[in-house]
C-alpha cells in the first residue's frame, strides 16, 4: 500500500463530508458531536490541497449515515461542503448541503433573558437573515447572532 492510499483511504459503510472550508474541520466534529465513542473509525484530513492554491478540510465516518439535522449543522458552519454516503464502497448519495431559511433548535440563542433559555421547554428557532454572512435572527426575542459565537444544543442531555 502506498502511502497516499493511506492518507485517502476509501471506507466501505459511512459518510465521507468533503469540501469543508479550511479550519473548519475541527468545528464540524464539535457541532456532529462526532468524537469517536461510537468506536468507529473516523478519519479526518485537514489542509488538503483543493485546486489552485486552496485547502480543504474532510471528514470520514464508517458506518454512520448523516441525517438531515446534521446536514443543516453543516450548511451553517461549512456552507461549501458535500456529504458523501457511501455505502459498500460506492457512492449511493451526493448531498450538497443548503442552508434554510430558519433553524431550529441547532443553536442556543445567546441572550440570557431570552425565553429559550428559560426552564420552559421552548426550543430556539431562528431565521437566517443573511445567508452569505449566516447572519441569524432569534425568532422570540429578535437577538441578531453571530454563528461563529452561538453556543450547540447538546443531543444527549441528561
Ligand atoms: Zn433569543
Known sequence: MQESDLTVRRIKDGTVID?????????VLEALE?????????????NVPSGKSKKKDIIKVENRYLED???NKLAVI?????VNI?????????????LP??????????NPECVTNSTEHIESTMDVVD???LVLKCRYCSRIL???KLKYYQKNLE
Do not use: M, W
Not at 469540501?19 to 474541520?25: N, V, W
Not at 462526532?34 to 485537514?46: R, W
Not at 431559511?101 to 445567546?110: A, G, L, M
Open 19 to 27: 469540501h469543508i472550508d479550511q479550519g473548519k474541520g475541527i468545528k
Open 34 to 46: 462526532i468524537d469517536g465513542k461510537e468506536g468507529n473509525v473516523i478519519t479526518i484530513a485537514l
Open 69 to 71: 439535522d446534521d446536514t
Open 78 to 82: 461549512a456552507p461549501k461542503s458535500t
Open 86 to 98: 457511501i455505502k459498500n464502497y460506492k457512492l449511493v448519495q451526493k448531498r450538497r448541503v443548503s
Open 101 to 110: 431559511n430558519e433553524i431550529e433548535r441547532i443553536f442556543r440563542c445567546s
Open 131 to 133: 445567508k452569505s454572512g
Open 146 to 148: 453571530d454563528v461563529n
